[in-house]
Each structure stands twice: as C-alpha cells, then as structure tokens.
C-alpha cells in the first residue's frame, strides 16, 4: 500500500476574542515538555528532525500559526483518526495559553504577522521583506510515498495538470485582512509571491529536476533547499512526493478527500509511467491559468480543464478528475469512501463557501473564526 500523510498548518487565535495571536512559542514550549522535543531548532532547514515523520506538532513562520504532522499511513480511515487527533491535540495546548487552533487559510480579520524568533526566519525577512513579512497563510500538504527519486518524477510529471483542481476543492481563504479578496482562496495568490512557487513543467529524469533545482539555488534567490516551493517535489526529508497546492481544509473530512485523491493521482501517474505512456502535455502557462482560475472561484462557475485546456463547469472537470484516479482508488479500497466525501463536498461546498455564508449570517468575520474552531475538530463522516 501506498503511504499517505498530510501537514496542516492551523491559525492560532485568541480564544474568545477570535483575533490571531502570537503564542506559538508558548504553545511549543509545552509541547516540548510533553514530547521532549526541541523549538529552538524548529525551522532551521538543516536541524529538521526525522522524528517529524513520526507525526509531531512544530513552528511555522509565524507566530500566529503552528503545524501539525499526521504519520504515515496505509488507510484512510486511520489518517482520517490522525488528522482529527492532532487536530484536538494542537488545539488543546492552545486552549492551555488562552487561544484556539484553527483550520483556515487565511486570518479574516486584521492581523499585523509576528516571525518567529529563528534564524532562517529572519533570512526570509530579510531577501525577501514583505512578501515573508505578511505572509501569514496555512496550507495543506500531502506527503505520498514513492519507491524512488525516478518513480517520484515520473509522478510529479503527470499529475501536475490535475493539481488545479485540488486546490478548487480545497479552499478556504476568502477574507484578508479584514476584506472579502474576491476568490475563493487568496491563500494561493498570497503564496505565489515566492519566486519558487507554482507548476513546474515536466522534468523528465531526475537529473534534470535536480540541476532545475541546483540553477535555483545557484541563483542565490532561495535560501535552501526547503524553498523550493515548487506545487509538487521530491520531499527533501522523506522518501515521498509532497503536492502543496491546498488550502488547510476546514474540516477533517475534506482533508482526507484532498489526501486520497493526491494519492490515487501518484498511484495512476506511476501506472502510466509503467505502461510507458507520456506525460500530459499541457503548457505550464496554461496550467498556471488554471491554478488561477481555481483559487478565484473554487468548486463554483468554471474551471479549465487539464485535457483540453479550454474552461468547463466545474464539477465536470472536477469529475474528470475522480474518473481518472477511479480505477488507482479502487486498487487501495479507496473508491466509495473518495466518492462518498466528493458527494458531501458537493451538497455543502468546502470552506470557502462556509466562511462567506457565515459572514452573512452573523456580520461577524470574529464569529466566523470562533465557529471555525469548532468545525476543525468535527468528526468527519
């Protein structure tokens, strides 16, 4: 079986207020008393620890933010029990320092970013200003196991069409700073800021994707190797491939879909490396297009198809996308609980939708964060 398991970058708030709040630092020193961990290392690309991989809660940018790391896993059951009990477990130590942990994108309200006291963070601050400065974002990413850096490429090259579509499903960042943004996940927009992020075109071999990534550090741009933000990679501290295109979901159940589908996406892709079929060939332009298009409207209006390139309704691509991965899901018993959480996102639409309906409802972007923390702990289905 092909493992699969997620980082969940959550939004710290106050607990009663719902305004983000920098007690990240705080929340990190109990965790290190409970896990024996080490904060003081945490973000320094070379001190990474390979216990990560054990499932952990660690620092992020901000310190208004935390991340959380399910294990690898075989079964989306058990990662749908990992991710809900990281979740409640991220959410606890905050509850302990007065603040919630929260499954969005973006902060609705205003928020003035405070770094977090590391080394490389301070680099980032300083190449980059404020493109690192304002960038408090959460993300999903979702780590899929491959036997080799030549089977990891072969998958990178074919699903990066696709990977427009996840980030339609997934978002759930529409408030920034205290404004609706006009899409469905500004997260996507705030993040391209980064001059490594976004599609890739195909690789090929992995030598060719080790010198792109060489000429990229050789331009002194990225600090190291953990800023290449590339859409896909090869994970720099595991044997998987790591898909970076969504949004935190708001909730566990969302999550597991995004996570199966990116799993039954590398599972085709290597099938059809295997049969020795080509890799889609579709402009890296176009499926920046389509990136775009995708966080702008999400699952509502059009997307762009990857085997056309020419925009559709989105749930017709969105479709495309679950047939294609259909018979990969089967393989792994995948199939009725993948369709199954797709139908559920259909009826209620993912956070996006939620956060806006919400607003509306309440006129409180305070009130639509506070709620949020309650639905990042819901059991999913």
């Known amino acids: 079986m092909r493992t699969v398991g997620v980082e969940e970058e959550l939004l710290l708030v106050d607990q009663d207020s719902g305004v983000p709040t920098a007690i990240a630092e705080r929340l990190l020193k109990r965790w290190q008393s409970e896990a024996g961990s080490d904060p003081a290392t945490d973000g320094c690309f070379e001190d990474e620890a390979d216990e990560a991989f054990a499932g952990m809660i660690e620092g992020e940018l901000q310190q208004q933010q935390i991340e959380v790391d399910s294990p690898p896993c075989t079964s989306l059951a058990d990662l749908e029990r990992q991710i809900g009990d990281w979740r409640r477990r991220a959410d606890e130590l905050a509850r302990a320092v007065r603040g919630r942990a929260v499954a969005i994108a973006t902060s609705p309200v205003e928020v003035s970013p405070t770094v977090r006291p590391v080394a490389r963070y301070r680099k980032m601050v300083e190449r980059f200003g404020l493109t690192t400065a304002e960038q408090l974002t959460c993300g999903c990413h979702v780590h899929v196991g491959v036997d080799s850096p030549e089977e990891g490429i072969a998958a ?18 529409p408030f920034w700073q205290g404004a609706d943004s006009g899409y469905a996940s500004f997260r996507s927009q705030a993040w391209k800021r ?55 979901c708001l909730t566990a159940d969302d999550a597991v879909l995004v996570a199966g589908l990116v799993r039954a996406l590398v599972e085709a892709a290597v099938r059809d490396w295997a049969d ?10 176009l499926i920046r297009m389509a990136s775009w298009r995708a966080s702008r409207s999400g699952v509502n209006g059009r997307l762009i198809d990857p085997r056309t390139g020419r925009p559709q309704p989105a749930w017709d691509v969105i479709e495309a996308l679950f047939a294609h991965v259909r018979p990969a899901a089967e393989a792994f018993g995948d199939d009725e609980c993948l369709r199954h959480r797709l139908d559920r996102l259909r009826d209620r639409g993912p956070g996006a939708n939620w956060q806006r309906s919400t607003y509306e409802a309440t006129g409180s972007l305070r009130n639509v964060i506070l709620q949020a923390a309650d639905r990042t702990l819901e059991e999913g289905c």
């Open 276 to 285: 020795s079929k080509p890799a889609p060939d579709l402009h890296t332009d």
């Open 194 to 248: 980064f001059p490594t992020a976004g599609p890739t075109d195909p690789f090929g071999t992995v030598a060719a994707y080790r010198t792109r990534v060489s000429d990229l550090l050789g331009s002194d741009v990225p600090l190291d190797e953990g800023m290449i933000y590339f859409d896909a990679r090869l994970s720099h501290r595991y044997p998987t491939v790591e898909v970076r295109v969504a949004d935190v």
């Open 156 to 173: 990178i090259d074919r699903i990066r069409v696709w990977l427009p579509v996840l980030i339609a499903l997934s978002v759930n960042s």
